[in-house]
């Protein structure tokens, strides 16, 4: 098993950043962010392998960076630029394999907020 647990959401205007964090309760090879605004399906908005291999959705591309500290076992994504239609509650999810994308992710954080404001 492996627990998840986010924090750093919060309320900011548009233009904004905010940093998200995910602490991990092991070490695990794929972790990614996830989203799901009200009414809407859950999107995947950034990966990180172990290896550092990172993938983002294009809405985000140039706005959000997906980082971890493997010796922490800590997941990161630093928004910047935000905008009102990135409100959501954000997910970190993990999975214990070497295939990160198009893939069931089995763990998942209980979500933080972030809510943009225009």
């Known amino acids: 098993q492996v627990q998840l647990v986010e924090s750093g959401g919060g309320s900011v205007q548009a233009g904004g950043s905010l940093r998200l964090s995910c602490a991990a309760s092991?070490?695990?090879?794929?972790m990614a962010w996830f989203r799901q605004a009200p009414g809407k399906e859950r999107e995947r908005v950034a990966v990180?392998?172990?290896?550092?291999?990172?993938t983002y959705r294009d809405s985000v591309k140039g706005r959000f960076t997906v980082s971890r500290d493997n010796a922490k076992n800590t997941l990161y994504l630093q928004m910047n630029s935000l905008k009102p239609e990135d409100t959501a509650m954000y997910y970190c999810?993990?999975?214990?394999?070497?295939?990160?994308?198009?893939?069931?992710?089995?763990?998942w954080g209980q979500g933080t907020q972030v809510t943009v404001s225009s």
């Open positions: 999810a993990a999975r214990r394999d070497t295939a990160c994308l198009n893939v069931d992710y089995n763990y």
């Open positions: 092991r070490s695990i090879y794929c």
């Open positions: 990180v392998t172990g290896s550092g291999t990172t």
